[in-house]
């Protein structure tokens, strides 16, 4: 069954068990998540004492993402994220990226693209923060220390509270699909305007491509690092307790 979206993107969906799935959404995560465990697994084989080469890497990513973590929780609380926003910064990085560099299509249907140009993927991300955040607000503060949470300040704000949960769900993951889908939209855009014509289309193009992939790396770094700032914000409001 083939399903082609707006900007004339064909789809190889399929059935199992009655839920449908994306091929190019499946695998574009299982590549990414066989790459970020490689990546992460090479830079930390071997470490010495006195780090050099790959372990600076690594040290500067969890420096990096240490500091979202501390920027976010200050306190004791914020160690235990740690390992959580280094994997989760990887992953959507990696997965931001590989869609500007490979885009596999097949007969007309795409088979591989970043699979956060995908609402559902973005959606399914940021409900792993949300329901992150909340278990570790109740083993924080107890299950009437989290209840307590959302009537804080005072209680008449409870119905903004529990609104301001939804919309930290839909802009947490819609943000990044905005970006990411955007720019491959006009990745594509641009391809189709260097075959639209002769020899000055497709230097036009060509350059184009060259600048926009530039540009979309800088952006889809930039949602990386916004994302786990945001979902590490999102879970300090549920463990640090008023």
Same mark, same amino acid.
Request: hydrophobic content about 50%; aromatic content about 14%.
């Given at each position: 069954?083939?399903?082609?979206?707006?900007?004339?993107?064909?789809?190889?969906? /399929?059935?199992?068990?009655?839920?449908?799935?994306?091929?190019?959404?499946?695998?574009?995560?299982?590549?990414?998540?066989?790459?970020?465990?490689?990546? +992460?697994?090479? +830079?930390?084989?071997?470490?010495? +004492?006195?780090?050099?080469?790959?372990?600076?890497?690594?040290?500067?990513?969890?420096?990096?993402?240490?500091?979202?973590?501390? %920027?976010?929780?200050?306190?004791?609380?914020?160690?235990? /994220?740690?390992?959580?926003? +280094?994997?989760?910064?990887?992953?959507?990085?990696?997965?931001?990226?590989?869609?500007?560099? /490979?885009?596999? *299509?097949?007969?007309? *249907?795409?088979?591989?693209?970043?699979?956060?140009? *995908?609402?559902?993927?973005?959606?399914?991300?940021?409900?792993?923060?949300?329901?992150?955040?909340?278990?570790? %607000?109740?083993?924080?503060?107890?299950?009437?220390?989290?209840?307590?949470?959302?009537?804080?300040?005072?209680?008449?704000?409870?119905?903004?509270?529990?609104?301001?949960?939804?919309?930290?769900?839909?802009?947490?993951?819609?943000?990044?699909?905005?970006?990411?889908?955007?720019?491959?939209?006009?990745?594509?855009?641009?391809?189709?305007?260097?075959?639209?014509?002769?020899?000055?289309?497709?230097?036009?193009?060509?350059?184009?491509?060259?600048?926009?992939?530039?540009?979309?790396?800088?952006? %889809?770094?930039?949602?990386?690092?916004?994302?786990?700032?945001?979902?590490?914000?999102?879970?300090?409001?549920?463990?640090?307790?008023?």
């Amino acid at each position: 069954m083939k399903e082609v979206n707006s900007v004339k993107e064909s789809f190889p969906y /399929f059935e199992l068990f009655g839920v449908k799935f994306n091929p190019a959404n499946d695998i574009a995560i299982i590549v990414s998540a066989i790459l970020t465990f490689c990546l +992460l697994y090479w +830079l930390a084989r071997k470490p010495q +004492l006195r780090p050099h080469g790959k372990q600076n890497v690594l040290e500067y990513l969890i420096e990096f993402t240490n500091g979202i973590v501390k %920027g976010a929780m200050p306190g004791s609380e914020g160690s235990q /994220f740690g390992l959580f926003a +280094l994997v989760l910064f990887v992953f959507i990085f990696i997965n931001n990226q590989i869609g500007l560099i /490979f885009q596999v *299509d097949v007969n007309g *249907d795409t088979w591989f693209r970043s699979a956060t140009a *995908d609402p559902v993927i973005t959606l399914g991300l940021a409900m792993i923060v949300l329901v992150m955040s909340h278990f570790f %607000g109740v083993a924080a503060n107890g299950f009437k220390g989290y209840l307590k949470g959302f009537a804080s300040p005072v209680a008449f704000l409870l119905p903004i509270n529990l609104i301001e949960e939804f919309t930290n769900f839909v802009t947490l993951s819609l943000r990044l699909y905005g970006n990411i889908y955007a720019g491959e939209v006009l990745l594509l855009l641009i391809r189709q305007l260097a075959f639209s014509g002769g020899p000055l289309a497709l230097v036009s193009g060509f350059l184009l491509e060259i600048i926009w992939q530039g540009f979309s790396v800088f952006i %889809g770094s930039i949602q990386a690092y916004i994302f786990v700032t945001l979902g590490m914000v999102y879970t300090s409001h549920k463990v640090i307790s008023e």
